[in-house]
Each structure stands twice: as structure tokens, then as C-alpha cells.
């Protein structure tokens, strides 16, 4: 197993927003996170990659606990994300976003930087190739030297995306994906998330809202509402959950297209 | 041979020239001792300017205590030399790592703080130096270091300028510089990358104390003396004027800053009550019309290109 929570719970005040909440994900698997708004979703992710530290229960990778691990060692410990409202370095060239996302596998040191000696520079070289491929891979190696800010959005979740494989996860977590996303581009993302999938051996936990995306693309789905897991299961047995058709307020669980 | 490799060179060309340039108009008394001493001071106020844009600029972090750790540099340096007899080279290598050493020690705590809470901390620490140094009788208390030996020259002041300039230009371009932007950036974002943003807040206050220590100690062994009143918040303030003119996050910004403000002041000699008022509407001035200051966070090379492609773009059209 690769993600485990034991009774993973939060309060926020007097407000718990996430309660008890037991993940099971194994190696490979594509699990989808979904629930009303509110109902602690993006609260999961910034408790399994240290954002948060919880009020009570415990997160195991590959069987380590991740307690007390600041952000960027559960980075290094091999999770990574993407945020529900998109946190590229703005300022930046889209090749220096990925070129950050190398840096803690780099073994330069700063004396080796200071005086551009040893492995300064086939590391440079390396890290310049190698973010290229990357955004080669997600169609946007033309933009590379093009500020982060002024790319269109759906490119900007793209070049976040790129940006979270380059730190090399065995865990991807991506925060509502498809939100602000044409149905096109929802759909090139659906096939770009199951072929990096297996490109990359990643096991994915995506949240999202998009219905049709969820249950086209994950085989298990976790359903949130007021911070309790109201059911769990494959996609067919969730779109005939009463409890889950009752929290969508009746709203029809659309059927994924074939 | 790269890209990078050849830039070096291109820029110890042009220090070479640089160098040789000045140094033969200073033996041959083109260039007098009042600007001689311009000179000095502006290679001097570079060195703290762009260690104190390594801090502010690249990482994001507001310092306003620069002046404390010029001070160290000065006072460490002049105990060597006077009191120890040991050669500058080696004052000068005290210098900056008693300042690098205080530096991480002040800033492990310190930079926990963000925004203004951090500008009013290195404030306060800044004078608490300054206080104790005033109440310390073996560096002369209140009235100065005296008998310092007159050992900063143009060749010193110059080459170390030049040292520091290629060396922090250096952090900056590489894995760790990247590092030190993205927790200017976005510091969750950065950590999110597995980049530990505590670490290098600390990397880059430590070594931006080192070589505002080193400006310091340049400066103590040219006046002859290191007296307390020179790293008052003035002196703190006078750095990021500097800094901010010339941009936050650009090197050669932080060089035309210094060359600029030393200039106006040198100008303004007659008049030093002037100062402080240039000073004042300059900064005014500049946060309206400009506030990313003269180059931003560009670099004066890319400046130029930029400029030649417009240029290239106009002509095609034309
Ligand atoms: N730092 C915080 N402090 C206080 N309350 C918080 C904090 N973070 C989240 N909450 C609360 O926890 C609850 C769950 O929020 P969360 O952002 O996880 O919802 P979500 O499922 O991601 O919703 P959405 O679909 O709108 O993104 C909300 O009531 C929110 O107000
Ligand atoms: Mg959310």
C-alpha cells in the first residue's frame, strides 16, 4: 500500500473539518476525492503534504509515518501537488518553474555553484535538458522562455502539472485539475492524466467537481461531505449512492460517457 | 566552450579594463584624491549593495540592519590589524566570517518573522550592535576605533568589489539561486518543491552579513578610524536606497544605484543637508513612476538585448 491515513482528523476551532478519515491507495491506483464545496477536500491535501498537522490520526507512505514532516520533506518523501488556485512562480519563465522543481535532487554544492566547478556545470546542463523534455511532454516547450503569468490558464494547470513530476512523486495529489477548463480541454486532460499515469508509474488522488472526469478517469472514489467519508467504492457503486446523491442535493450523478 | 563560461570572461575583460582604466588615471593624477575617494567609496557601497540585494531582492526577505553587520566587519577587522598585528588579508577574511557567524545567528530566529516585523527586527538588532560596540571601552566605546592603518587602496577595494559581485552574481545563477527566488516568489509554492525555504532565508542572510562585513572592513582601513556613527540606521537606509533605486533582484541594478547615490552625494558635498532631502524625493519620485526601480529585476545585459530587439522589430516594420 503505497498512502495510508489512520483516523486522520482536523479541527479548525470549533469546526471539524475533517473527521476520521481512513484512505487506503494503493501503488499505481487513480482514486478520485470528491464532496460539496466545504466539505474538506483541499483540507486532505494540506494534511497529507504537511501544510496542515493534524488534531489527531496519522499518514503513512509506503508504511512511514509522515507526522511532524515540514512541506518540503514530504516533497522529498516523495508526494507531490498541485494547488486548487494555481501557485506557479508567476514571475518566472515557464523552463525556471521546472528547473526549481529539480532542485532538491541536485547534489551541487553552493562552493561548487560559487565557483562554477565540479558539478556545476553537467548538473546545469542536465537540469536545463531534462525540464525541456518535460515541457516537451505537455505541449509547451514553444512558451518555455515566456513569463508563467502570461500564459492562458488552462497552459498555466499544465505547467503546474509539469512542475510537480519534475520533483519526481510517486504520489501525484491534483487540486480540481479540470476547474476553469473548456470541455475540450477537460477531455485532453483526462487522456494527458492517465498516460502520464502510466509514463511515470504514479499512483493519483485528484479532486474534482467535474463529474464526468471523476468517474470517466478513477477506478475508487472517496466522498467527502461536512469532513466525513460518506462512502467509498468503485464509480458505479458511488453514482447510485443515496448518501452521495443526497449531499449533491439531488443533483443527477451525470454517467460517464463511453 | 558555453554560453556561461564565455560571459565570465567577457566580464573579467571588462573588470580588467575597468581596473586598469581607473588605476592609470589615479597614478597620473587625472583623477584626484577627492574622487579617488569617491571611487573607493562607491566599489565599497557596491559590495554592501549587492550583498544586501541578495537578501531583500532575490529572496525576498526585508532587512534594514545591513549597517550591524558592516559595523562587525569594521570593528573585527580593526582588532586584527591594530590590536593583533596580523596582516589585512586575514582582517579581512575575519571580518566577514564574524559577520556571516553573527549573521546566521541572528537569523535562525529572526526570519521566522516576514514582512515588516522582519525590517523592524534586523532594525533593532542592527542598533543593538551598534549599542554595544558604543559600551565596549577595548574598541574605544563612544569615541571610535582610532589608529587604524590606512590599508584600503583602489587595487583592494576594487578587486574585492569585483569578487563579490561575480560571486554572489554566481549563487544566483545557480540551483541554489533558484532556490532563494522561488521562496521570494512563493514560499509555499517553494516548499512544495521540496526546497527548505528556512534554510535558504538563513543561506542568504548568512551570506550577505559575510560580505557587508567585508565592506566593512574596507571601509574602517580607509577612514583611518571605526567610530559607531557610521552604522547608525542612516547607513542602514543609505544601502537599500541603493538597493532600491537600482531594483530589487538585479545585480548590475544595485551597482548603478551605489555609483549613482555615491556621485549625488559627492556632488552634494558643499551642501550636505541636501543629501537627505535628494535622497527623499528621489525615493518618491521613483516609487511613483518607477517602484521596480531603474532595471527591475533584469539585468543590464538583458536590458540592452531587449533594447536591440525593439529596436530590430521597429526596423523591420519601418
Ligand atoms: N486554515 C483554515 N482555518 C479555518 N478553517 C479552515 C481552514 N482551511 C479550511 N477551513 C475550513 O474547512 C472546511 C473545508 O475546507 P476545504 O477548503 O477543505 O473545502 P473543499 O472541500 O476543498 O471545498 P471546495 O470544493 O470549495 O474547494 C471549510 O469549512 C473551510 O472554511
Ligand atoms: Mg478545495
Given at each position: 500500500m503505497l498512502l495510508k491515513t489512520d483516523a486522520?482528523?482536523?479541527?479548525?476551532?470549533?469546526?471539524?473539518?475533517?473527521?476520521?478519515?481512513?484512505?487506503?491507495?494503493?501503488?499505481?491506483?487513480?482514486?478520485?476525492?470528491?464532496?460539496p464545496n466545504g466539505a474538506g477536500k483541499t483540507t486532505v491535501f494540506?494534511?497529507?503534504?504537511?501544510?496542515?498537522?493534524?488534531?489527531?490520526?496519522?499518514?503513512?507512505?509506503?508504511?512511514?509515518?509522515?507526522?511532524?514532516?515540514?512541506?518540503?520533506?514530504?516533497?522529498?518523501?516523495?508526494?507531490?501537488?498541485?494547488?486548487?488556485?494555481?501557485?506557479?512562480?508567476?514571475?518566472?519563465?515557464?523552463?525556471?518553474?521546472?528547473?526549481?522543481?529539480?532542485?532538491?535532487?541536485?547534489?551541487?554544492?553552493?562552493?561548487?555553484?560559487?565557483?562554477?566547478?565540479?558539478?556545476?556545470?553537467?548538473?546545469e546542463e542536465d537540469v536545463e535538458r531534462e525540464s525541456a523534455k518535460l515541457l516537451e511532454i505537455f505541449n509547451l516547450k514553444d512558451k518555455m522562455h515566456e513569463t508563467a503569468k502570461n500564459l492562458p490558464y488552462g497552459e498555466q494547470r499544465r505547467l503546474e502539472i509539469a512542475r510537480a513530476l519534475a520533483t519526481r512523486p510517486s504520489l501525484l495529489l491534483l487540486d480540481e485539475p479540470a476547474a476553469g477548463m473548456n470541455p475540450q480541454e477537460t477531455n485532453d486532460l483526462t487522456k494527458m492524466i492517465r498516460w502520464i499515469r502510466g509514463e511515470f508509474a504514479l499512483t493519483v488522488l485528484l479532486i474534482e467537481h467535474d463529474m464526468r472526469l471523476v468517474m470517466d478517469l478513477c477506478e475508487r472514489i472517496y466522498v467527502l461531505e461536512y469532513g466525513i467519508t460518506i462512502a467509498q467504492g468503485a464509480p458505479e457503486k458511488i453514482r447510485r449512492d443515496p448518501r452521495v446523491i443526497e449531499a449533491y442535493l439531488g443533483e443527477e450523478v451525470p454517467d460517464a460517457p463511453h | 566552450?558555453?554560453?556561461?563560461?564565455?560571459?565570465?570572461?567577457?566580464?573579467?575583460?571588462?573588470?580588467?579594463?575597468?581596473?586598469?582604466?581607473?588605476?592609470?588615471?589615479?597614478?597620473?593624477e587625472i583623477i584626484g584624491p577627492f574622487w579617488q575617494l569617491n571611487i573607493i567609496?562607491?566599489?565599497?557601497?557596491?559590495?554592501?549593495?549587492?550583498?544586501?540585494n541578495l537578501i531583500?531582492?532575490?529572496?525576498?526577505?526585508?532587512?534594514?540592519?545591513?549597517?550591524?553587520?558592516?559595523?562587525?566587519?569594521?570593528?573585527?577587522?580593526?582588532?586584527?590589524?591594530?590590536?593583533?598585528?596580523?596582516?589585512?588579508?586575514?582582517?579581512?577574511?575575519?571580518?566577514?566570517?564574524?559577520?556571516?557567524?553573527?549573521?546566521?545567528?541572528?537569523g535562525?530566529?529572526?526570519?521566522?518573522?516576514?514582512?515588516?516585523?522582519l525590517a523592524i527586527a534586523t532594525l533593532g538588532l542592527s542598533e543593538i550592535i551598534r549599542v554595544c560596540i558604543l559600551n565596549t571601552p577595548y574598541v574605544g566605546g563612544a569615541s571610535g576605533f582610532m589608529g587604524i592603518p590606512h590599508l584600503t587602496n583602489f587595487p583592494w577595494a576594487f578587486g574585492l568589489m569585483f569578487l563579490t559581485v561575480?560571486?554572489?552574481?554566481?549563487?544566483?545563477?545557480?540551483?541554489?539561486?533558484?532556490?532563494?527566488?522561488?521562496?521570494?516568489?512563493?514560499?509555499?509554492?517553494?516548499?512544495?518543491?521540496?526546497?527548505d525555504a528556512a534554510k535558504y532565508k538563513t543561506l542568504a542572510f548568512t551570506i550577505g552579513a559575510g560580505f557587508a562585513g567585508l565592506g566593512g572592513?574596507?571601509?574602517?582601513?580607509?577612514?583611518?578610524?571605526?567610530?559607531?556613527?557610521?552604522?547608525?540606521?542612516?547607513?542602514?537606509?543609505?544601502?537599500?536606497?541603493?538597493?532600491?533605486?537600482?531594483?530589487?533582484?538585479?545585480?548590475?541594478?544595485?551597482?548603478?544605484?551605489?555609483?549613482?547615490?555615491?556621485?549625488?552625494?559627492?556632488?552634494?558635498?558643499?551642501?550636505?543637508?541636501?543629501?537627505?532631502?535628494?535622497?527623499?524625493?528621489?525615493?518618491?519620485?521613483?516609487?511613483?513612476?518607477?517602484?521596480?526601480?531603474?532595471?527591475?529585476?533584469?539585468?543590464?545585459?538583458?536590458?540592452?538585448?531587449?533594447?536591440?530587439?525593439?529596436g530590430g522589430i521597429r526596423r523591420d516594420a519601418a
Open positions: 486522520l482528523s482536523i479541527k479548525f476551532g470549533g469546526l471539524t473539518a475533517l473527521d476520521d478519515l481512513n484512505l487506503k491507495i494503493h501503488s499505481g491506483e487513480l482514486v478520485g476525492l470528491i464532496g494540506n494534511l497529507l503534504t504537511g501544510v496542515y498537522s493534524p488534531s489527531g490520526g496519522n499518514i503513512f507512505l509506503s508504511g512511514k509515518s509522515l507526522k511532524g514532516l515540514k512541506p518540503f520533506q514530504v516533497t522529498q518523501s516523495g508526494i507531490a501537488r498541485t494547488f486548487q488556485n494555481i501557485r506557479l512562480f508567476s514571475e518566472l519563465s515557464v523552463l525556471d518553474n521546472v528547473k526549481i522543481a529539480h532542485n532538491y535532487h541536485l547534489s551541487c554544492s553552493l562552493a561548487e555553484s560559487v565557483l562554477r566547478a565540479g558539478r556545476y556545470f553537467p548538473e | 566552450m558555453n554560453k556561461t563560461r564565455k560571459n565570465d570572461l567577457i566580464m573579467f575583460f571588462c573588470g580588467a579594463v575597468v581596473f586598469l582604466l581607473l588605476h592609470a588615471l589615479m597614478e597620473t567609496l562607491a566599489c565599497i557601497n557596491i559590495i554592501l549593495a549587492v550583498s544586501l531583500n531582492g532575490f529572496t525576498g526577505q526585508f532587512s534594514i540592519g545591513h549597517a550591524g553587520f558592516m559595523a562587525i566587519g569594521a570593528y573585527v577587522s580593526a582588532i586584527m590589524t591594530v590590536k593583533q598585528g596580523l596582516p589585512f588579508i586575514i582582517a579581512i577574511l575575519a571580518a566577514f566570517i564574524a559577520a556571516a557567524a553573527l549573521g546566521f545567528v541572528i535562525v530566529p529572526t526570519l521566522r518573522l516576514s514582512g515588516d516585523y561575480y560571486l554572489i552574481k554566481n549563487i544566483v545563477n545557480s540551483a541554489h539561486g533558484r532556490a532563494l527566488i522561488a521562496v521570494r516568489e512563493n514560499e509555499l509554492a517553494a516548499e512544495t518543491m521540496g526546497i572592513a574596507l571601509f574602517s582601513h580607509y577612514f583611518y578610524l571605526a567610530h559607531p556613527s557610521s552604522f547608525t540606521f542612516m547607513r542602514s537606509f543609505d544601502i537599500l536606497t541603493m538597493v532600491v533605486l537600482g531594483g530589487l533582484g538585479s545585480i548590475s541594478g544595485s551597482i548603478i544605484g551605489a555609483v549613482i547615490l555615491v556621485f549625488v552625494s559627492a556632488a552634494l558635498a558643499d551642501f550636505p543637508e541636501w543629501r537627505m532631502i535628494i535622497y527623499a524625493v528621489t525615493l518618491i519620485v521613483l516609487m511613483i513612476f518607477r517602484p521596480q526601480g531603474l532595471l527591475g529585476n533584469k539585468e543590464l545585459s538583458e536590458k540592452m538585448l531587449g533594447l536591440l530587439r525593439k
